[in-house]
């Protein structure tokens, strides 16, 4: 070390000095050691930065480490950029992954805080990224779940092996501009019977192209209650597979769920591959786990007709539509004709577990939906569905 070729050679001189000014020398030296040596251990955290987590399995074992502060940034509908000299030091160009989830009311929850629990260390368990990625975690929050999501965020992704971000947006002010983009669907697609201000958050996806900043190109948005297997940066490479023409890859829903919603529509049709099964039907999508390309969504001239309250009321009274989740349904609607705008991701990437349906009503088709060869990615356990451990 550079102060200790310093101390070295001072020590050489000493004999010049007087007896007042060795002492006066050695206490010098020793504050520039003692500078080195302490100073540089203590981390500063500051009322708006907590923690970004320096990848230590990826990284060069010979480098220093990195300063471990996260920025967390409230009500902010736009990436996090605070805290970026020490990745701007790098030479490289540094990449950011997109990932959203919904964060309401988890205060309030046990049951929601254990499954941000499971979701967040398998998250951290698993995920891998190159030296300059980063993964920004967005969640979508009120004021006391966000205090609560930044106390348990500190603790669920200490053993994270990656850079990650961590950005706040306020439920409130998203809902403002969503609700008069989707106002129009959410009598169809939401339970109730009537369209409420509260209900538009549901459909943030539909709209998210609107929302983002134009910088986020693409963005992930996943459900609470998910505990990965596999490394999330597995999940954005599923981008690389989508058609000229996809904006959104999203996996079959697992049950009969629209087998059922679709009962007139099927009726009156007795041809139709509506509702149907895999690997011939249309069995509708699940929202758990969605890829969203923005950038295509953006672009996407039909994607945005269909947005438009006339063609949304058209649909749903084609298909004598009346369903209750949100997006979910708005997308499994529109697939129906323009399956061309989805991506199917492979079922092992959203492994649902909800098995409701099998017992009331569709037992004797419920494996035809449920069935789900290959590896399993990410279990889902809709409907407070116990997860497989370990």
């Given at each position: 070390?550079?102060?200790?070729?310093?101390?070295s050679?001072?020590?050489?001189?000493?004999?010049?000095?007087?007896?007042?000014?060795?002492?006066?020398?050695?206490?010098?030296?020793?504050?520039?050691?003692?500078?080195y040596?302490?100073?540089?251990?203590?981390?500063?955290?500051?009322?708006?930065?907590?923690?970004?987590?320096?990848?230590?399995?990826?990284?060069?074992?010979?480098?220093?480490?990195?300063?471990?502060?996260?920025?967390?940034?409230?009500?902010?509908?736009e990436?996090?950029?605070?805290s970026?000299?020490?990745?701007?030091?790098?030479?490289?160009?540094?990449?950011?992954?997109?990932?959203?989830?919904?964060?309401?009311?988890?205060?309030?929850?046990?049951?929601?805080q254990?499954?941000?629990?499971?979701?967040?260390?398998?998250?951290?368990?698993?995920?891998?990224?190159?030296?300059?990625?980063?993964?920004?975690?967005?969640?979508v929050?009120?004021?006391?779940?966000?205090?609560?999501?930044?106390?348990?965020?500190?603790?669920?992704?200490?053993?994270?092996?990656?850079?990650?971000?961590?950005?706040?947006?306020?439920?409130?002010?998203?809902?403002?501009?969503?609700?008069?983009?989707?106002?129009?669907?959410?009598?169809?697609?939401?339970?109730?019977?009537?369209?409420?201000?509260?209900?538009?958050?549901?459909?943030?996806?539909?709209?998210?192209?609107?929302?983002?900043?134009?910088?986020?190109?693409?963005?992930?948005?996943?459900?609470?209650?998910?505990?990965?297997?596999?490394?999330?940066?597995?999940?954005?490479?599923?981008?690389?597979?989508?058609?000229?023409?996809?904006?959104?890859?999203?996996?079959?829903?697992?049950?009969?769920?629209?087998?059922?919603?679709?009962?007139?529509?099927?009726?009156?049709?007795?041809?139709?591959?509506?509702?149907?099964?895999?690997?011939?039907?249309?069995?509708?999508?699940?929202?758990?786990?969605?890829?969203?390309?923005?950038?295509?969504?953006?672009?996407s001239t039909?994607?945005?007709?269909?947005?438009e309250?006339?063609?949304?009321?058209?649909?749903?009274?084609?298909?004598?539509?009346?369903?209750?989740?949100?997006?979910?349904?708005?997308?499994?609607?529109?697939?129906?004709?323009?399956?061309?705008?989805?991506?199917?991701?492979?079922?092992?990437?959203?492994?649902?577990?909800?098995?409701?349906?099998?017992?009331?009503?569709?037992?004797d088709?419920?494996?035809?939906?449920?069935?789900?060869?290959?590896?399993?990615?990410?279990?889902?356990?809709?409907?407070?569905?116990?997860i497989?451990?370990?």
């Amino acid at each position: 070390m550079d102060v200790l070729r310093v101390l070295s050679v001072t020590m050489g001189r000493i004999s010049t000095f007087r007896s007042y000014q060795i002492v006066l020398l050695l206490a010098a030296a020793m504050a520039v050691v003692a500078f080195y040596y302490f100073g540089s251990e203590k981390q500063n955290f500051s009322s708006t930065t907590k923690r970004i987590k320096e990848t230590q399995a990826s990284h060069n074992t010979n480098r220093d480490d990195a300063d471990l502060s996260l920025d967390i940034r409230s009500g902010q509908a736009e990436s996090r950029q605070g805290s970026r000299d020490d990745l701007e030091e790098k030479p490289q160009r540094i990449k950011r992954f997109h990932a959203l989830m919904m964060f309401t009311k988890v205060n309030k929850s046990l049951n929601l805080q254990n499954k941000f629990q499971v979701a967040m260390r398998s998250l951290a368990k698993h995920g891998r990224f190159l030296e300059d990625e980063v993964l920004v975690l967005h969640f979508v929050s009120d004021v006391g779940s966000q205090e609560l999501g930044e106390r348990m965020l500190q603790e669920l992704l200490l053993d994270a092996t990656f850079l990650y971000e961590v950005v706040f947006h306020n439920v409130d002010t998203l809902t403002e501009k969503l609700f008069p983009i989707v106002v129009a669907m959410q009598k169809h697609f939401s339970a109730g019977s009537g369209a409420y201000y509260s209900d538009a958050i549901f459909f943030l996806s539909v709209a998210m192209h609107r929302i983002m900043p134009a910088e986020i190109k693409r963005i992930v948005q996943l459900d609470l209650d998910l505990k990965y297997r596999s490394n999330i940066r597995d999940l954005f490479q599923e981008f690389n597979h989508f058609s000229p023409e996809a904006v959104i890859g999203i996996a079959r829903e697992m049950q009969p769920v629209y087998r059922h919603t679709f009962w007139q529509y099927r009726k009156d049709n007795p041809k139709s591959h509506v509702g149907d099964p895999p690997p011939d039907g249309l069995p509708g999508f699940n929202s758990g786990v969605m890829l969203l390309n923005l950038d295509a969504m953006r672009r996407s001239t039909l994607y945005n007709q269909l947005l438009e309250p006339k063609r949304v009321t058209q649909f749903a009274e084609k298909f004598h539509f009346r369903g209750h989740l949100g997006d979910q349904d708005f997308f499994t609607m529109i697939g129906m004709e323009h399956g061309e705008l989805f991506y199917p991701l492979a079922c092992g990437w959203n492994r649902q577990l909800c098995t409701w349906w099998r017992d009331h009503g569709y037992g004797d088709v419920f494996q035809l939906y449920y069935q789900c060869d290959g590896p399993v990615h990410i279990f889902h356990g809709n409907c407070n569905s116990p997860i497989p451990e370990d």
